[in-house]
Each structure stands twice: as structure tokens, then as C-alpha cells.
């Protein structure tokens, strides 16, 4: 359920310090479910650019974290899809064409959390590696080692890289522009 709660916002010459503006935050769970998968990739994502950069002794671990926190990506995404049908969107504030534009960089944000995890771990069993998550669980996979499409798995992979990390570029850019410039109370949203 969305909620509404008050939010002190810091004094304001303009303004009483003590103005109480009434901002409809995110539900408790899609806020939870928003950070857990923020911290989640802002650590897989760069672990899985530097893999090529480790020395030799390293890279397995590199490997192994990188894939068993990307794994995790998926099972959180996949709840908060469902967490996303039965909640509540809390109404945007702006113009028409940036309301339109937050709901499509939004749900391709989710499309590409959904589709990195799965490609990656398509791609390492199809290298012929299969995830053995944080090197205790063997992870079962419909795919077993395939080699004539392993790198068109892993080229998904890369590719959907980049546009999560462009998007993500977008979403921040907007979150400042909100939060900066105009000021408003996008950001207490998800807080
Ligand atoms: C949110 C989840 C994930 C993110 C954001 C992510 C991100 C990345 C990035 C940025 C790279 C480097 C690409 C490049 O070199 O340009 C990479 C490589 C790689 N990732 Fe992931 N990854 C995720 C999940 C996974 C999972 C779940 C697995 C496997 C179980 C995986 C397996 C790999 C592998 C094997 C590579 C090396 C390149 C390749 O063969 O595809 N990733 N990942
Ligand atoms: C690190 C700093 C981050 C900040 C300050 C931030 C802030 C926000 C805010 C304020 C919203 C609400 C926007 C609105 O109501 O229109 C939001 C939504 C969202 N954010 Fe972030 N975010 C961050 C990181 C991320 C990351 C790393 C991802 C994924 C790669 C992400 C994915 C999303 C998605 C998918 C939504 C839509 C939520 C929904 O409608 O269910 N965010 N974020």
C-alpha cells in the first residue's frame, strides 16, 4: 500500500523552518526493494567490468562474486515485479512528455535487470562453467556447455551492460535535475 507521510524539509528563508510538506512515498517494500537492487549492481556492475583487468590468481573470485550477486539481481527482481503489480505507483510531479519519459526509462531499467542476470548465467554455462553460487550452492541450468552460442550470450551480456549503465546515467541525471534544480520531493519519494 502507498503511503503518505510528512516530510520536515530543511529551513528555507522563504519559507517557515518548520514547514511540514506532505509528500506519497513509495510503498515500504519497493523502497526496500529499490536499494537492496541499487547496492546489488553498483557492485556487480563494476566487478564484472574489472574481471578483465585482474591478475590471474584473482579472476576465478572475480568471476564467482560477480556472478553470485548478479544471481541474486534476478530472484530480487523477479519479487519486485510482483511487488510492482500489487503496489501502488505514487503519483509524478512535471510535465507530461518527463512523467512518460520517468515510466519508460523505468521499465527498461527493469527489463535489463531481469535480462543481464539471466544472459550472464546463460553465457557462463554455455563457456561451460556453471555458477556454483558464492561457491556452495550448484546452481542448476537449462543450458548446458554450448559453444557455437556462447558468445552470442555473452555479447548480450556486454551489450546490456552498457545500456543498463546508460540508463542508469539517465536516471541519475533526472534524480538531480528533481532533487537540485527544481527542488521538488521526487527524491523523498524513495526514501
Ligand atoms: C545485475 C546483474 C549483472 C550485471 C549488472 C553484470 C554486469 C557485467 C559487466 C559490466 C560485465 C563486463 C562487460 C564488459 O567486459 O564490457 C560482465 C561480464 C560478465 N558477467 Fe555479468 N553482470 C550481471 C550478472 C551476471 C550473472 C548472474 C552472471 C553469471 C551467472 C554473469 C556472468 C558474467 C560473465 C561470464 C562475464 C564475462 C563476459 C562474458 O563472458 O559474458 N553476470 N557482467
Ligand atoms: C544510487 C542512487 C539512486 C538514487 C538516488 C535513486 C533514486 C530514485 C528515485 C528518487 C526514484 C523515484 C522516481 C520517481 O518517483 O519518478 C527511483 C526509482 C527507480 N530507480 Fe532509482 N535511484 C538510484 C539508483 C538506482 C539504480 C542503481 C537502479 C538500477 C540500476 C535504479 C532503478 C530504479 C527503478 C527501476 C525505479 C522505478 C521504481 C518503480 O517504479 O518501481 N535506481 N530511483
Known amino acids: 500500500m502507498s ?17 511540514i510538506i506532505r509528500v506519497e512515498r513509495y510503498p515500504t517494500t519497493s523502497r526496500i526493494l529499490h536499494w537492496l537492487v541499487a547496492v546489488l549492481v553498483l ?12 591478475k590471474k590468481e584473482v579472476t576465478l573470485d572475480f ?12 530472484w530480487i527482481m523477479l519479487v519486485r515485479v510482483g511487488n510492482k503489480l500489487v503496489t ?9 512528455v518527463e512523467r512518460v519519459a520517468a515510466t519508460v526509462v523505468h521499465a527498461l531499467l527493469y527489463v535489463f535487470l531481469i535480462v543481464m542476470p539471466i544472459s550472464g548465467f546463460l553465457a557462463t554455462n554455455a563457456h561451460g562453467f556453471p555458477l556454483i553460487w558464492f561457491g556452495l550452492v550448484p546452481v542448476w541450468s537449462p543450458l548446458g556447455k554450448s559453444p557455437d552460442i556462447a ?41
Do not use: K
Not at 557492485?43 to 585482474?54: D, N, R
Not at 568471476?63 to 534476478?74: D, I, K, N, R
Not at 546508460?166 to 541525471?173: E, K, T
Open 3 to 19: 503511503r503518505t507521510d510528512d516530510v520536515r524539509m530543511p529551513a528555507d528563508p522563504a519559507r517557515p523552518a518548520e514547514a
Open 43 to 54: 557492485a556487480t556492475w563494476p566487478l564484472g567490468f574489472f574481471i578483465q583487468f585482474t
Open 63 to 74: 568471476y564467482l562474486v560477480h556472478e553470485s550477486l548478479g544471481f541474486l539481481v534476478l
Open 88 to 96: 501502488r505507483t505514487p503519483q509524478r510531479e512535471g510535465p507530461v
Open 151 to 191: 558468445w552470442t550470450l555473452s555479447a548480450i551480456h556486454e551489450v546490456s551492460a552498457w545500456s543498463l549503465l546508460a540508463l542508469f546515467a539517465l536516471h541519475i541525471g533526472a534524480v538531480l535535475l528533481h532533487h537540485v534544480i527544481r527542488r521538488d520531493n521526487t527524491l523523498y519519494r524513495m526514501l
